[in-house]
């Protein structure tokens, strides 16, 4: 058996390894060496437990494919990858709700080995090509971005619509950018002068938490993840509004349900979302995910890069094997 | 200055009086005396301290216009009214949500008194004219059938949802013959014998918890606003689905965001609906009220008649002048 290196998690503790088993790949699967992987929010909630995940954690990369038995002409090609691996028969699944499957493993998250690894495999299904001439610093943020637009699958966004973002970190700079495209009136909160730099270079609004008045926005997308983010997302949503929660939550939230009645809130939770517009924004220069990058680390120094990832106000830190 | 018989609450306290002020009326006003007046879980909650609310109370009702200036044709009329008495100049009035206007009162419910009393007084643009032949005993369910089509104002119920209904009260039966007109797959949730037996001569489906699947429902409306049903509703609904928050709501509820997140359910509350599709539904038969009727009491006895209306499984109480 072939051996790799890679990050391991296990009871909430991260260690590098470099005898971790090589992905074995069944028929309808491609092994991919992993290029460049991003850390993410959801990496970070892992190890304080969001999931008892025990295996290589990572979801954001982009890799070549090194086998595809079952499809030989992805040999050689870059690409990005699906997150969730579907059954393809539970009733999710055949309604086309597949991110749903109640059978998924989710790379590096639930049942699946993930992308901080020299290594990982995937189902063909899942894989797309990266485009000749997209930088993998760039095609890494295909994972994230899909995450962003899929507030947009869910809802309309209008053009003429009033639009808070609260928070600014690695997922929110994204949600920006694809928010200020619909022309909406954008305004966002962002608690670092770096993050407010970054979306000053795209010509969005920062505001001050004081200057937003109460009721006023269409659509408020909560993006910090916190109660107080959350109470920030009440006060500001006009009534008949909508609240995107768009994060990872710790425990549980208090909601005056009442409230959400009376002014007819509407709450939505949002996760994952399509791979195919993403990378079609990151090839055509619409979104650009560059001025997030904090820093790249090998696999080998992977714990001081989650210990740099964890650090307020630091965005993404890649992970190169 | 002439008085009136009425019910007068104050500090959660509910009385009788027979010298209350008569209603006076603005140029744009109407005067209706009161032929029907029913009594809902808002009014319940009103004497729990649900608003801080000092007045007649009252909201559903058919009567009489007795004077209106502005417009003497209605003179005679029977009507109904929309509770919500909108300034017509803010934000939420100028964009079309009146309902929602910051400076409304609310019939019986805010700054407004109600309709249990001999008299009240409405803007005549929040009356509607009930058509003749359409008996008070169910043009006084305007209001409640509103409430309920609000729903579908909000959200589009398609014939192949699965839809569940947690709760079948006054409201709850009302929701219940709504969705079934969609021809969406319905099932009820009702805990009274009584409450099953009128869902089941509308050939509605009656089921017990422990028959529904984990997951299994597109939409899930949530009409007995405990936690409990929140939590029934939170269970039964897909991942992608809705639930409808459609109930008054005691304190605060806690919710697990991460999981609405994961799940990306959408979590809508849901207030006053529309008038004028209320009335035709009453007027051409496509809802029946009537099963509803618990019994009709005189204003004196007013007290008796929301002792009734407080007591588990009882549905409406309707109180006459």
């Given at each position: 058996?072939?051996?790799?290196k890679?990050?391991w998690l296990?009871?909430?503790a991260?260690?590098f390894?470099?005898?971790l088993p090589y992905?074995e790949i069944?028929g309808?699967e491609?092994?991919i060496r992993?290029?460049?992987?991003g850390?993410?929010?959801?990496d970070l ?6 999931y008892?995940y025990c ?14 038995p079952a ?8 690409v990005v990858?699906e997150i969730?691996?579907?059954c393809?028969v ?7 709700r597949?991110t749903?499957c109640?059978?998924?493993?989710v790379l590096g998250?639930r049942?699946?080995p993930?992308?901080?690894?020299d290594?990982?495999s995937l189902?063909?299904?899942n894989?797309?090509v990266v485009?000749?001439g997209l930088k993998d610093?760039?095609?890494v943020?295909?994972?994230p971005?899909?995450?962003a637009?899929q507030i947009?699958?869910q809802?309309?966004v209008?053009?003429?619509d009033?639009?808070?973002?609260v928070g ?5 700079i994204?949600?920006?950018q694809t928010?200020a495209?619909?022309?909406c ?10 993050q407010q730099?970054?979306?000053k270079?795209f010509?969005?609004?920062?505001v001050?938490?004081?200057a937003?008045?109460d009721?006023s926005q ?6 910090t993840?916190?109660a ?15 609240i995107?929660?768009?994060s990872?939550?710790k ?9 959400l009645?009376?002014?007819e ?6 996760r994952?979302g399509?791979f195919a ?6 090839a055509n220069?619409?979104v ?7 820093s790249?680390m090998?696999l080998?120094?992977g714990?001081s890069a ?9 965005l993404?830190v890649m992970i190169?094997?």
């Open positions: 058996m072939t051996i790799m890679g990050l296990e009871d909430g991260l260690a390894k470099d005898d992905p069944s309808e491609a092994l992993v290029n460049l992987a850390i993410c929010a959801t909630e892992l190890l304080h437990g969001y008892a295996g290589i954690p990572g979801h954001e990369f982009v890799g070549e494919v090194i086998s595809a499809n030989p002409a992805l040999q050689g090609k870059r990858g969730n691996i579907a393809g539970c009733d999710y699944c055949m309604s086309g597949r749903h109640v059978n998924r493993t998250i049942n699946r993930g992308a901080f690894a290594y990982l189902p063909i299904s894989l797309y485009p000749e610093e760039i095609a943020f295909c994972e971005l899909a995450a637009l947009q699958e809802i309309h209008q053009p003429g009033r639009v808070l973002l600014a970190g690695r997922l929110g994204l949600i920006a928010l495209l619909t022309g009136d954008l305004i966002v909160l962002a608690r670092y002068p770096q730099a970054i979306l270079s010509k969005i609004s920062v001050d938490h004081n937003i008045p009721q269409d659509l408020v997308v909560e993006a993840g916190t107080e983010g959350f109470t920030i997302a009440n006060q500001a949503v006009r009534s008949g509004g909508t995107v929660l768009k990872t939550y425990g549980n939230t208090t909601v005056n349900f009442s409230q009645v009376v002014r809130i509407r709450l939505i939770g949002s994952c399509p517009p993403a990378l079609r924004m990151l220069g619409l650009n995910p560059l001025p997030l990058i904090d790249t090998a080998e120094v714990i989650f210990e740099r990832a964890a650090q307020s106000g630091v993404k190169k094997p």
